[in-house]
Each structure stands twice: as C-alpha cells, then as structure tokens.
C-alpha cells in the first residue's frame, strides 16, 4: 500500500478511515487487484504533480517567451511544441498561448469543469473550479478581474477563453516594467500561476531580482 | 473557442468568488488519489478524456441542480462521483462490488487499533 496509507490517524474526525477516503481506499484495491492501475504509478502521479509540475514549469516558458523572440514566436505559432522543448507534455491535448499586450487582457475558464493545462500548471486552485468563478468568469470578466488582479482600463479589451477537454490556454502575461536586464532565471521567479491563468498582471515584488 | 460578454447579468445572485494564496490544490490525500486512479484509468486507455470530462460535468450541474452551494470545497466528491459511475459504467468496477468493498474496508477501520495500518483480512 502506499505511503498515503499512513495519515489516517490525528485528523479532525475520530473515524479512522470513512466518508470519501473509504470510498477511494475502496476503488483503490478493487482497481489495484483487477490490475487496472497500479500503485506505484499511482504515487509517482501524484507527486508528479503536487511538486514537480506546478506552474513552475510555465513561468519558465513564459519567461523563456519574454527573452527570446524566436521562442516568443515558437510559443505563439505552436504552443504545444514550444513548450515541448522543455519536455513537459500532456496527455494529447492542444494547448495555446493567448499574449496580454497593453490593450489585450486574456481571461481562461471552464465553464464545464475544470480543463486546465496540467502539463504547465499544475493542479487547477480551488477558486478555478468553483462554480462563482466558473459562471462570473463569462458574465462580468471586468469584475471578477478588478478582484483578483486589479482594475483593467475600459479601453483595454477583455477576452475570455472557454477550455475544454481537447484545447486548454495558457495566457503570456506583459512583462512588467523594470525588469530590463533580468536573466530567465529571476524573470522566472515572478511569474505566477494567477498571471498565467489570466486573473492577475505580473508585478515586482520588492526586494526581487537584482 | 471565445466566448462572448455580456457586459450585465445578474452579479448579485452568485455568492464571493473563493480565492486561495497559492495553498495546497488538494486539501486531502484521497483527494489526490482519486485524481491520480483518473489519469491512471485514462493513461491505459480505459475511457477518452471527453467521457471523463462529459461525467465530470454532469455530477457538477447535478449538485448544481440539487442546490448544493458549490465553492469548489466539494469539488473531489464529485469528482469521486463521476469517477465511480464511469467505472461502473465501463464495467471496471461494478457499482455492488465497490458497495461491498467500501463495506469491508469499513469494517476493518473499525476493527483496528488506533495508530495501527488498517489492512482486509486475506481471504
């Protein structure tokens, strides 16, 4: 069994072992002894992407996107194979890279559920798959973007990209002003998840690069 | 594919948008594992991601329609859901075998002292 096993106890319900953790222990052995999955393939998954994907690897992309023309140019043309390069792929899936200019904000969703560019990002965050994000994303994007990200400017167009099980986006966000001169590496470290889903700019934080 | 924007719809109705600060995506280990007995499903071919996402979808407008707030705090239990019925529905896991199991497994959480691995009995 795995290593998951062993969390069952101290938590905040006295029963062991109940409600959808039974539930999934359950389809667990019944799939592990069918040999329809197995174990350790399980694991490796999920560490996969707890820690080794995240959106880490997209803020490598999009920093690569803001120093390298011809990659810029790669990633826009052909966002699976730009992103490819630096081996992290999907599960067949087309991804495409939606660029943020001064008069250009990108917004991605999931109306239905939850796609989401797993190979980039990570795991989708909890507000992604919530239904208020899921509706208001399309209703009213100026709104749901003046509370995550900050206001947009009226003159400033707003669109909204709908993922689905076979396209998924990744947003290039503007590369924020005073960061001439950063290596990939520091460029890297400011883009987040937030940015690169559409809901937030990227900024300086203070203290950062150089 | 866009979408179009309509600038004004009823904003009121729908509750705060949920936010995180980046914490962890799963808030429970079975969490990850059903995520993970998905892929893994999928990877060998057992359902198209487009099932996965057409059951996915129902469960969602399902408790939608049943008028369960969703804040995506019960995301993984329809996920779980979903999951289930497509294993039942593609004759994986037959839906009495897996009721037979969630007992079994039951029974041994209940059997076994705290802090020990709870194991079945071999048959």
Redesign the interface.
Known sequence: MSEHDHHHHGGEHDRPLSGPALRVKALESLLVEKGLVDPKALDELIDTYETKVGPRNGARVVARAWVDPAYKQRLLADAGAAIAEFGFVGRGEDIVALENTPTVRNLVVCTLCSCYPWPVLGLPPVWYKSAPYRARAVIDPRGVLKELGGEVADDVEVRVWDSTAELRYLVLPERPAGTEGWSEEQLAEIVTRDAMIGVARVTVPAGSGR | ???S?????G?GA???????E?G???????E??????T??????G?FT??E??DA??AE?AAA?ARGEP????H???HW?AA??KL?AGKE??PGD??ER??G???AA??A?P??K????PRR
């Open positions: 594919m866009t979408t924007i309509p600038r004004e719809a904003l729908l509750p705060a948008l949920p936010r995180d980046g962890p995506v799963f808030k429970a280990p079975w990850a594992q059903a995520f993970a007995m892929l893994s499903l999928h990877a060998r057992a991601w487009r996965w996402a996915l979808a969602l939608a969703d804040d995506g705090t995301y993984y239990e779980l999951l289930e294993a994986l896991v075998e897996l199991r969630v079994e497994w039951d959480a209940r076994t705290h802090g691995p709870i194991e079945l």
